[in-house]
């Protein structure tokens, strides 16, 4: 997974200090204030989480021959399900605010990128009926699963790099709006 500690996950706090000062570092009106608020905290979420399952993971593969333990990797696997389906919200946000104008200039997200992370999203989310209904197929992976370079849920994948990007370039629209250099 590639490392995403340097952008740091203090936006929200700087966005708050900021207007706590009397600087004005995005959107003051609703609705967009309110998509603002929630694309900064959920862009911060997102490299938290990030991070989290990049550290489990990494701990439950430098120690898997040593003396196995499971509790990393299902760690690992549970900040991957929150991550990507924070990751997608906040894209959904940054996507709305785009439509009015605010972070224009900063990278975006692509096309395919979304459509892989939703469906991933959804398939988080929605394991459920994804199973019930066979949409997961015997013999396809039932849980987001960490997969060499991706994860995979049934049948939809998603590698880290897709990920990474996504939130790299939430981070960069976020600077955008707040006119950070």
């Keep these: 997974m590639p490392d995403l500690s340097q952008p740091g996950t203090g936006s929200l706090l700087a ?3 900021d207007m ?3 600087r004005v570092p995005g959107p003051t009106l609703h609705p967009e204030s309110g998509m603002w608020i929630n694309l900064v ?9 990030y991070e989290g399952a990049r550290s489990e993971l990494h701990e439950w593969l430098s120690a898997r021959h040593d003396s196995p333990r499971l509790s990393p990797y299902f760690r690992g696997i549970d900040y991957l399900e929150n991550c990507v389906v924070t990751t997608h ?3 959904l946000h940054a996507s709305a605010l785009r439509t009015r104008g605010w972070g224009t200039g900063a990278p975006t997200v692509t096309s395919r990128q ?12 929605h394991t459920d009926d994804w199973l019930g209904n066979k949409r997961i197929k015997e013999g396809q992976v ?5 997969i060499e370079s991706r994860v995979q849920i049934g049948k939809e994948q998603l590698t880290y790099r897709e990920l990474a990007s996504c939130i790299e370039k939430l981070y960069a629209t976020v600077l955008k709006i707040r006119q950070v250099p």
């Design 142 to 146: 039932h849980t987001l699963t960490p």
């Design 114 to 125: 979304e459509q892989r992370l939703r469906r991933a999203r959804n398939g988080v989310e």
């Design 15 to 17: 966005v708050l200090l």
């Design 89 to 91: 919200r906040a894209v």
């Design 41 to 49: 905290r959920l862009t911060d979420k997102a490299l938290r989480e």
């Design 20 to 22: 706590s000062l009397g």
